[in-house]
């Protein structure tokens, strides 16, 4: 490749992770539900990171809960916990970090599988902290049925939409509830 066509490339990568920030801010600003914008943030995500999975977890109760989900199995949604010392979810919530694994995600010794997910079976595995006031308020993942060697600019970017919605649910917690102290009542808003 050319060392135009390459900085043609990066230029246009760069301008797409711009598109998909004000994209996320814009739903910020509309009136919509909770569900309605982790859905659509969820969409937003798989699109820019040409993923096959994206789920949203957040924080009630001390549990992880799965409140967002591009596929989402029967009765996962809102019901599926995770405590926050299980897998590689739970480890990303606990110690506040990025985990990027490019393939066999499944045979990481912190990997918890779920009967219900199929997504537990997919080769690699992008999972971002999601922040708010800084807090640890949930984790966003996103995964690739086939190795994926995530760039640093997926991390980067998957980073910031986890500080994005944790500012989403810190608004959401003020707008709609609040008398409410923890994020476990936005959750029960999305049910």
Not at 104 to 119: I, N, Q, T
Not at 123 to 138: K, M, Q, T, Y
Not at 168 to 184: D, V, W
């Amino acid at each position: 490749m050319s060392k135009v066509k390459e900085l043609e490339t990066q230029l246009d990568r760069a301008q797409q992770q711009l598109r998909l920030f004000q994209k996320i801010s814009r739903l910020m600003a509309k009136e919509l539900s909770l569900k309605q914008v982790l859905a659509a943030i969820n969409a937003l995500m798989l699109e820019f990171m040409r993923g096959d999975s994206c789920l949203l977890y957040l924080l009630d109760k001390g549990d992880l809960l799965l409140c967002s989900s591009n596929n989402p199995s029967p009765g996962t949604l809102g019901t599926l916990r995770l405590r926050i010392d299980e897998g590689l979810t739970g480890w990303v919530a606990r110690e506040r970090r990025l985990v990027a694994i490019s393939k066999e995600a499944f045979l990481d010794p912190r990997f918890k599988s779920f009967a219900e997910l199929p997504e537990d079976q997919y080769e690699a595995f992008l999972s971002a902290p999601i922040i708010a006031r800084n807090r640890v308020v949930g984790v966003i993942n996103v995964q690739h049925r086939k190795q994926h060697i995530f760039t640093g600019e997926e991390m980067e970017t998957l980073t910031t939409v986890g500080e994005q919605v944790g500012v989403l649910l810190t608004l959401a917690r003020l707008e709609g509830m609040p008398s409410q102290e923890t994020i476990g009542a936005v959750v029960s808003a999305l049910n």
